[in-house]
């Protein structure tokens, strides 16, 4: 029955509309988010978990920033091991080769090893990164040095940063304290052929250098002292390696660590998208939907606003 006081139809239509408009309105939200959960009130339960997920995320990814950044100390130290432990074989050489070196021959010797020195002392103090140096101990420098090791959750459930911390006595190459260094220390041959000797300048005391020629009287050091340069550089290269192993150790711990932190946020994340994520092919197939059901709308509306006005001409007519 059609009534000229109350359009059911129009009604109708109207209601089809508004229908279609706000699950239009919701599609492109959606779209434009890419979310299906954006606020509490779509799901409560599952906006509170990925909140609380988030949080979690955001503090693997402080941790990942804190071992890339060791890493990237320990790496640059690391960095040195193969132009330190060249030199260091090519003075072990150069005194095995001259245990019967002539006069002249051991002067260019020495020369060649005083040049080598002053090539790993450059090497050490350059293997820094953002100011942190491990092979090289500046007076006054801590012993230890703290790191961001990885992830620990408290007892509460709340994450946190674990630190790691390296030994750098077994680590430091070049001490200007003059109480350590794996290379500036003073050595001791086995043979007690000398009083011990040391590889730099400036650094250890009451020693002779490593050389063929004796640093304070010019003297030219006799067979027995050439063994035990020998011996001495051998202790020397040993220590270094060991210190080199310590780094490398230490160094795979915090790789470990920073893959299983960018594993397990990288996880945690798609987690979260599972649940807060929108479906973006389904979206835009329904919101395609929601259009042609807008515009059917829009059309029965504009037949149903005419229909009064028809049968009012019938009447009339």
């Given at each position: 029955?059609?009534?000229?006081?109350?359009?059911?139809?129009?009604?109708?239509?109207?209601?089809?509309?508004?229908?279609?408009?706000?699950?239009?309105?919701?599609?492109?939200?959606?779209?434009?988010?890419?979310l299906?959960?954006?606020?509490?009130?779509?799901?409560?339960?599952?906006?509170?978990?990925?909140?609380?997920?988030?949080?979690?995320?955001?503090?693997l990814?402080?941790?990942?920033?804190?071992?890339?950044?060791?890493?990237?100390?320990?790496?640059?130290?690391?960095?040195?091991?193969?132009?330190?432990?060249?030199?260091?074989?090519?003075?072990?050489?150069i005194?095995?080769?001259?245990?019967?070196?002539?006069?002249?021959?051991?002067?260019?010797?020495?020369?060649?090893?005083?040049?080598?020195?002053?090539?790993?002392?450059?090497?050490?103090?350059?293997?820094?990164?953002?100011?942190?140096?491990?092979?090289?101990?500046?007076?006054?420098?801590?012993?230890?040095?703290?790191?961001?090791?990885?992830?620990?959750?408290?007892?509460?459930?709340?994450?946190?940063?674990?630190?790691?911390?390296?030994?750098?006595?077994?680590?430091?190459?070049?001490?200007?304290?003059?109480?350590g260094?794996?290379?500036?220390?003073?050595?001791?041959?086995?043979?007690?052929?000398?009083g011990?000797?040391?590889?730099?300048?400036?650094?250890?005391?009451?020693?002779?250098?490593?050389?063929?020629?004796?640093?304070?009287?010019?003297?030219?050091?006799?067979?027995?002292?050439?063994?035990?340069?020998?011996?001495?550089?051998?202790?020397?290269?040993?220590?270094?390696?060991?210190?080199?192993?310590?780094?490398?150790?230490?160094?795979?711990?915090?790789?470990?660590?920073?893959?299983?932190?960018?594993?397990?946020?990288?996880?945690?994340?798609?987690?979260?998208?599972?649940?807060?994520?929108?479906?973006?092919?389904?979206?835009?197939a329904?919101?395609?939907?929601?259009?042609?059901?807008?515009?059917?709308?829009?059309?029965?509306?504009?037949?149903?606003?005419?229909?009064?006005?028809?049968?009012?001409?019938?009447?009339?007519?």
């Amino acid at each position: 029955m059609i009534s000229i006081h109350y359009n059911s139809q129009a009604r109708s239509a109207e209601k089809l509309l508004r229908g279609a408009e706000k699950a239009s309105a919701l599609g492109q939200e959606r779209l434009a988010s890419g979310l299906r959960i954006g606020a509490a009130k779509d799901n409560a339960a599952y906006w509170s978990l990925s909140r609380a997920m988030s949080g979690d995320v955001a503090t693997l990814n402080v941790v990942r920033d804190g071992l890339s950044q060791s890493l990237a100390v320990v790496d640059t130290a690391m960095a040195a091991a193969a132009p330190v432990l060249k030199g260091l074989d090519r003075i072990k050489e150069i005194f095995t080769i001259g245990r019967q070196a002539t006069p002249a021959e051991a002067l260019v010797y020495d020369r060649e090893i005083r040049s080598i020195a002053d090539m790993l002392e450059s090497t050490v103090k350059s293997a820094s990164f953002g100011g942190v140096n491990l092979l090289y101990r500046v007076t006054g420098m801590a012993t230890t040095r703290s790191f961001v090791g990885g992830l620990q959750r408290s007892g509460n459930g709340s994450l946190g940063i674990n630190r790691m911390t390296l030994n750098l006595s077994q680590t430091v190459l070049i001490d200007e304290d003059k109480t350590g260094g794996l290379m500036s220390m003073t050595y001791f041959d086995r043979y007690n052929y000398t009083g011990g000797a040391r590889l730099f300048a400036g650094y250890g005391t009451g020693a002779l250098f490593l050389a063929f020629y004796n640093s304070q009287t010019g003297a030219l050091f006799n067979t027995n002292w050439r063994i035990a340069n020998s011996d001495m550089i051998e202790q020397i290269g040993t220590a270094v390696r060991d210190g080199f192993a310590t780094l490398g150790a230490f160094q795979k711990r915090l790789e470990t660590q920073r893959d299983y932190v960018e594993q397990l946020a990288a996880l945690q994340g798609r987690g979260i998208g599972r649940l807060v994520n929108a479906d973006l092919t389904q979206e835009s197939a329904r919101l395609r939907a929601e259009e042609t059901r807008r515009q059917l709308a829009v059309q029965s509306l504009s037949i149903a606003n005419g229909m009064p006005g028809l049968s009012l001409q019938r009447l009339l007519g």
